[in-house]
């Protein structure tokens, strides 16, 4: 297996190869290093080649990393977010992915307040209304447009997902429209699309994707569960 430094070299390519396909801007697509379950000398490996944004899915697991790695590292929180979490996602992340409910982004809306600090956040949509997966359903979405505007301590930067493994560019696409018709129901600019991972993450790109959210094809299969 190539070394770490030759997998990030090879998924910028491929992001790139991505956006020429469907000509976009490699510049306006992230890459988010997923290093859940992997060790802080595994985030330093990355960062010595170049890479600063590395996605954690659960804040007792990442508060260690944060503490010992370079502080210009920029912190993605991907996993589901407890409200008790929340003051110490603040905390540590600077972009919250994983916002599932308008009661969420109400309260995270209030603690960013208190303390002093708007996050980038995306509200997470389950776009193919799976049973097993958690986000706003699209009506909920819509039905909440109205309430977005008045969140003034979170940034909303546009809409998160992880649709189903068949058939996963056409719901990158629904959701790319879903983002659409937020943005007209609510008024706000919502340029982020925050969409695929290792096994999709070039359909995701070529279907409007601007962070892609990539773990075992950086790092390696996972050996625990997240
Ligand atoms: C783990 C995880 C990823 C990365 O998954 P890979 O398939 O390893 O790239 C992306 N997004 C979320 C929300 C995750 O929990």
């Not at 649709?163 to 982020?192: C, I, M, N, Q, V």
């Amino acid at each position: 297996m190539p070394g770490l430094s030759e997998r990030l070299a090879g998924l910028r390519g491929r992001i790139a190869g991505a956006c020429r396909d469907s000509g976009r801007d490699p510049g306006d697509v992230e890459l988010l290093a997923v290093s859940k379950t992997f060790p802080a000398s595994a985030v330093q490996e990355a960062y010595d080649a170049g890479q600063r944004a590395f996605g954690e899915s659960r804040q007792q697991e990442a508060a260690p990393k944060i503490e010992v790695l370079p502080r210009d590292i920029r912190w993605h929180f991907i996993g589901g977010l407890q409200r008790n979490k929340v003051r110490k996602v603040l905390g540590g992340f600077e972009v919250i992915h994983s916002v599932d409910s308008l009661r969420l982004a109400e309260y995270l809306d209030r603690v960013a307040g208190e303390e002093g600090k708007r996050p980038r956040v995306f509200l997470e949509v389950n776009v193919a209304g799976e049973a097993s997966k958690g986000g706003f359903s699209p009506e909920e979405l819509l039905e909440a447009a109205g309430a977005l505007p008045d969140l003034r301590n979170v940034e909303i930067s546009g809409l998160m997902s992880i649709p189903p493994e068949t058939d996963a560019r056409r719901w990158f696409a629904a959701t790319r429209e879903l983002r659409d018709r937020l943005e007209k129901e609510s008024g706000l600019g919502l340029p982020g699309l925050s969409m695929g991972m290792s096994g999709d993450f070039e359909d995701a790109v070529r279907e409007g994707s601007t962070i892609v959210r990539v773990g075992s094809a950086l790092f390696g299969q996972r050996e625990y569960p997240e």
